[in-house]
Each structure stands twice: as C-alpha cells, then as structure tokens.
C-alpha cells in the first residue's frame, strides 16, 4: 500500500518514534530555561510532545494493527483496539512526569 512507507510501525520506527519524542521534551525545556520564556520554538516543541507525536504513534499503531490482522477480520470496537486508549494516556503521563522532572519549580 502506498502508506505503509509512512505508517507501518517496525521495531526501529517505534526506536526513532521514542526518542523523537524524549528529544523534543528535552529541547523543549532547554529552550524555556534559556530563551525568553513562552518564545515560539518552546511552544512549537510543546505541541509536537504532547500532540503529534502521540498522534502520529497511534494512527500509525491502529494502521499497523489493521494492516496486520486483515481488513476483514478487523473489529473496530474489539478489545484489542481499547489497548490503544491507555497507551495513548500513558504516553502523556510520561511526558508530563518528564517535563516535572526537568521543570524548575
């Protein structure tokens, strides 16, 4: 399919998946401490921790799962598809307790 290219998740997608995620919290708070805060890049760096990556990880695992198992046999609302739902929360728990981490109160 013409989107497997961009979609379809290997264990080495979901490396690069990760580590883009945790270099962008990281980036993210070394650009607020530095710079002026609320500047534009640290806000940028925000929305692609905590919006697309996330949501370009569940499109591409829902994709993945589809791809996997067959259109046809695919349930949308079976509970294989529910496993998506706390990993998408654990994944923004993750960055928040990240970005406490590393956030000076």
């Not at 806000?43 to 905590?50: E, K």
């Not at 706390?86 to 993750?94: E, G, M, N, T």
């Amino acid at each position: 399919m013409r989107f497997d290219k961009y979609l379809l998740l290997s264990w080495k997608r979901v490396l690069i998946i990760a580590c883009t995620w945790v270099l962008s919290v990281l980036l993210h708070k070394a650009i607020y401490y530095f710079a002026i805060q609320g500047s534009l890049v640290a806000n940028a760096l925000f929305i692609l921790g905590t919006v697309v990556i996330p949501l370009y990880f569940l499109i591409s695992l829902v994709y993945t799962v589809i791809r996997k198992m067959g259109y046809e046999r695919f349930l949308l609302l079976s509970w294989k598809t529910l496993l998506i739902i706390p990993a998408w929360i654990l994944s923004v728990l993750l960055h928040n307790f990240i970005y406490a981490a590393f956030y000076d109160h």
